[in-house]
């Protein structure tokens, strides 16, 4: 696995791929990976022949007092699990390579109105955030393909209106959430959970899925 942190080597060895008539997949992340995150890369690995995946802790999408500083960063964990799926190429970007102007003074990228609602209206700027780095990011690797989790499905919207619109030469393919054996949807962050936490969540998925069965057949609270 070639693990690349500059855009000039990144696109040299994805031209000479493409020379040699390889189709690739780019896969995004923030690091810290796990078992959903894999899952996204073997999904890339059956739609392309070259993958490469992004492990960058974002600044722009961390909102005043969010855990930028304290997300986990484990890289070499990351590489273990990246060779277990066979992935070609890790592209570990510095800030500096991402934002060469500083992160504040970049321009920025962003999709009105969904970006604005449900997780949005809670986190003002973060899908902004999003917006730019993963049109950064496509940008560096010039992909034919990028994997995102349907886990994190408004992201996953505001990404598909962010290549549409200005109709960027990339498919963005959805994922299936994979979850632990309680349910929990897999994510970097529930080690943040209490023992209590944990529990509830499991639980409240649990409740969704039982309404969205009694939804499926017929039932209405009315």
Known sequence: ??????????????????????????????????????????????????????????????GLGEDYENYPRTLESDRAKLMEVQVDALFTPPVSEVYPNGHEASTHVEVPGISDILCGAFRPGHFRGVATVVCKLLSMAQPD???????????????????????????????????????LAM?????????????????????????????RDGERPY
């Open 1 to 62: 696995m070639l693990i690349i942190e500059g855009t000039a080597a990144l696109r040299q060895q994805i031209s000479d791929w493409r020379q040699a008539g390889d189709r690739i997949a780019l896969v995004p992340t923030l690091g810290n990976l796990h078992g959903g995150h894999q899952s996204l890369m073997q999904l890339a690995r059956r739609s392309a022949d070259r993958v490469v995946v992004s492990v960058f802790v974002n600044p722009t999408q961390f």
């Open 145 to 183: 393909t990028a994997v995102f989790g349907e886990k994190d499905w408004q992201q996953r919207t505001v990404i598909r209106h962010m290549v549409e619109d200005p109709a960027l030469p990339v498919d963005i393919q959805g994922a299936p959430t994979v979850r632990e054996d309680d349910g």
């Open 187 to 215: 994510s970097s962050r529930n080690a943040y959970l209490s023992d209590e936490e944990r529990r509830v969540a499991t639980h409240l998925f649990r409740i969704m899925e039982l309404a969205s069965t009694r939804v």
